[in-house]
């Protein structure tokens, strides 16, 4: 084999970089130990033939087959490596595509539609919080959940079940007196946002209510087609829905009709034709997920005492999302009733964490101990002299009820 003296080593680069594509499946080491085999075949048969054989000519031979293997294999590597390249790339775009154009599309979605919900939750609690606070206003941002009795208004409440169908809370209602009779006041609520407030639909707007404090009774007159609960526990919150409605007023009974007729069949209680208004309860903090905080009455079932029902605000029920009212280190070291008058004495310190917490504590305390007869209440070694409207250093008057909402917000 002669070496053409035209061509340098760089010639020779380009010539074989300008040959055309050749395509072989064969696997590159398997072609090339081929390649090797076939060579030294040849070899070997020359060297018989010949009797000799030169380290050039060896040499020689190895680069040419070198260079054939190179030949043979480089271009359908390349081109594989190209394709597996240019495929891989090609799928890796693609998925990036796709995933650029779902993905975030999705994502998007998903936080709209988050932060829509939330937003509306927000809103309506907000707004709800707002008419509170509205409705019974201080001299500054704190929010009150009580209703003083004033005799230019009318009140009425309106009670509704917890959203665990436990307790009752109670919504109250204000107008002028020369608007609506009291009468007409409770016989028009008919229409609320329940879903706002956090609570169960409202039981009674089908039905009427005659209420009579001069002789201390309400007549309640239920439709025929009326659907009364048929569960004890139903039964228990409809019973103490209608004590709460009218406990604030000079009655001690309510008589149940239906159409007129007397008598009404509960679940478990055939024939009842009368509740009896007596009860105490307790006022602690209603806190559903969706809606305003509120004050929740909680019925005296164990037979607590003025003390055990005050020590009793400090707990909470967490699997009713209810909160105690009295933070759990503040002690209170007794209590002194004096006719219609009771003294609290407080251990107190500095463990009630800002004026919005002392205001709660002061106006559940109001609330429930008003359930025991008590009118005025004294409260002792607190660490400030006033909260809100409250004067601390004098006695306070005990509230109406709880929880005032605007009148219009009774319609939608």
Known sequence: MKRNKNHSSDSIKDLLKSMPNVEDRQNSEELYREISYKRNKELQRRSKRKKMATGWGIGLASVAATILFFIAVLPSITQEQAYDTSSSDESAEV?????????????????????????????????????FRDAMSTESSLISRVVKDNEKEHHAIAA??????????????????????????????????????????????????????????????????????????QENIFIMS???????????????KKDGEPGVNLGNNAGLEEIDIYGESLYKLYTPQNGPKLFISIPNSQGLTVEEALNELKVDE?????????????????????????????????????????????????????????????????????????????PISVPYSVNPMPLQQSSP
């Open 95 to 131: 998925s990036r595509d796709q995933a650029e154009s779902k993905a975030p599309q999705n994502k998007n979605e998903t936080d709209r539609s988050s932060n829509t919900n939330a937003q509306e939750e927000s809103a309506s609690s907000e707004k709800t919080e707002a008419n």
């Open 160 to 233: 509704f079940g917890d959203l665990q169908g436990q307790y009752v809370v109670p919504i109250t209602f204000s107008v002028k007196q020369e608007v609506k009779s009291i009468d007409q006041l409770y016989n028009s609520l008919d229409a609320f946002e329940e879903e706002v407030w956090g609570v169960r639909k409202y039981q009674f707007s089908s039905v009427s209510f005659d209420i009579n404090e001069e002789e201390g009774i309400v007549l309640v007159n239920f439709p025929v087609d009326y659907d009364f609960p048929e569960s004890s526990t």
């Open 242 to 256: 209608l004590k709460e409605m009218f406990n604030p007023l000079e009655v001690t009974s309510i008589k149940l």
């Open 318 to 394: 967490p699997t009713f999302t209810i909160e105690g009212t009295i933070p759990k280190e503040v002690e209170i070291i007794d209590v002194k009733p004096d006719g219609e008058l009771l003294e609290v004495n407080f251990n107190v310190a500095n463990t009630i964490d800002g004026e919005q917490q002392m205001l709660t504590m002061i106006e559940s305390i109001l609330m429930t101990s008003k359930q025991f007869g008590f009118t005025q209440i004294k409260f002792n070694n607190l660490p400030d002299s006033e909260v809100g409207k409250y004067d601390l250093t004098k």
